[in-house]
């Protein structure tokens, strides 16, 4: 179990690092300092599990791109559990802002229906579109140079 929770908060880490580069440089850097503080949380398995869950809210706070207390601030000594440390408001606001993020499958079945219903002489109507869509498409298909 302690290697499955070590694994976990890595693999986590590493999003948020990823993830990290798109912030403002002192949030950035206050950031770096949780994270430096969570890494030291590795006695207990407890403290594995409190540190997991630090890691996971701060991933849902970056990828909304907005960084709430008291993760904006430096970490204290002394690191409760999380429930403890955030605001029940921050926590709903939060939850709250991922919402849009969350992916169900109800919702990509909806779109497979869609497209499979659709007749053949609408296939490209119903292919993804990438802002250069043009250039895409020659240079995907065709055997000219450029």
Not at 57 to 77: C, G, T, Y
Request: aromatic share 10%; with cysteine; charged share 30%.
């Amino acid at each position: 179990m302690s290697n499955l929770l070590d694994e976990n908060f890595f693999y986590n880490s590493m999003l948020a690092k990823a993830i990290l580069t798109l912030l403002p440089p002192d949030e950035r850097k206050i950031l770096r300092t949780w994270f430096d503080r969570l890494l030291t949380m590795d006695k207990t398995i407890k403290e594995k599990e409190n540190r997991n869950e630090f890691m996971w809210f701060i991933l849902l706070m970056l990828q909304v791109r907005k960084i709430r207390e008291p993760f904006n601030k430096v970490p204290p000594a002394e690191i409760g559990q999380l429930r403890d440390v955030v605001s029940s408001r921050v926590y709903e606001e939060v939850l709250v802002a991922n919402d849009e993020n969350m992916f169900t499958e109800e919702k990509q079945d909806d779109k497979k229906a869609s497209s499979q219903q659709s007749a053949p002489a609408h296939f490209y109507n119903n292919q993804p579109t990438p802002h250069e869509g043009i250039i895409c498409y020659m240079s995907a298909f065709s055997d000219r140079g450029f």
